[in-house]
């Protein structure tokens, strides 16, 4: 029996932690970013390593590419590519009680 390590799903399902002033960001990606990180910050505030992976997700509408963030505090945020300071981020608004969602192309 193999088990996977804490904290991972490997079927991709996400439990969504959200409600009042905690919301969530789906961040959406191309394939070719299947299984690199992305980290998260708050708007102009420093990288912290909170980060997540790009994993294909199978929805009613197909199979996405993207890394979830199940609980943030409502405001904006950026993200980018993780252990990639030069390279391009991307901005999200997060709300109280819902899951927004971005896309991430490079």
Request: avoid cysteine.
């Amino acid at each position: 029996m193999t088990e996977a390590p804490s904290g991972v799903d490997p079927t991709g399902h996400v439990v969504l932690d959200i409600g009042e002033a905690i919301g969530a960001a789906v961040v959406m990606g191309p394939a070719r970013l299947e299984g690199l990180e992305v980290e998260i910050r708050v708007a102009h505030g420093q990288w912290d390593g909170t980060h997540a992976v790009f994993h294909a997700r199978h929805t009613a509408a197909g199979a996405v590419v993207a890394a979830v963030f199940p609980h943030l505090v409502e405001g904006d945020w950026e993200i980018r590519l993780r252990d990639n300071p030069e390279g391009p981020t991307a901005s999200v608004r997060v709300f109280g009680g819902r899951a927004s969602q971005v896309a991430f192309l490079t």
